[in-house]
C-alpha cells in the first residue's frame, strides 16, 4: 500500500517563507512524476507544480518565480519551497505522484491528506 505523507504547512506572515515536503512509502517499482496542488475553501483543487522523475519543472504562472518545487528520488520525497508568499496563496496543499507498481502497464495517481498553509498577519 502506498502512502504520501505531508509536512511542513502553518501560518506564515505575508512576505514569509515555508517549505513543504512529501514523502512516499510502501512498495512499488518507481515513482514517475510528481507534484503539488492546493484547494482554497469554497474553490476546485489546482495545480501549483509539477515535476518530472528526470527534474523537469511546470509552473502556474500565480507562483512563478516565488515557488521552486524538487525532488529527491533516493528518498522518494517532493518538496516546496515557497518564498513571497501572499494571503492569497492561503490553501490546504496536497501532494501527487505517479507510481508505477511492478508488473503494471502503466501507473496510479497517488494523493497525500493534505497540509494547511495559512498567509495571514
Known amino acids: 500500500q502506498v502512502q504520501l505523507v505531508e509536512s511542513g504547512g502553518g501560518l506564515v506572515q505575508p512576505g514569509g517563507s515555508l517549505r513543504l515536503s512529501c514523502a512516499a512509502s510502501g512498495s512499488f517499482l518507481r515513482i514517475n512524476d510528481m507534484g503539488w496542488y492546493r484547494q482554497a475553501p469554497g474553490k476546485q483543487r489546482d495545480l501549483v507544480a509539477t515535476i518530472t522523475s528526470g527534474g523537469i519543472t511546470n509552473y502556474d504562472d500565480s507562483v512563478k518565480g516565488r515557488f521552486t518545487i524538487s525532488r529527491d528520488n533516493a528518498k522518494n520525497t517532493v518538496y516546496l519551497q515557497m518564498n513571497s508568499l501572499k494571503p492569497e496563496d492561503t490553501a490546504l496543499y496536497f501532494c501527487?505522484?505517479?507510481?508505477?507498481?511492478?508488473?503494471?502497464?502503466?501507473?496510479?495517481?497517488?494523493w497525500g491528506q493534505g497540509t494547511q498553509v495559512t498567509v495571514s498577519f
Open positions: 501527487s505522484a505517479k507510481i508505477r507498481h511492478v508488473f503494471a502497464t502503466s501507473s496510479d495517481d497517488y
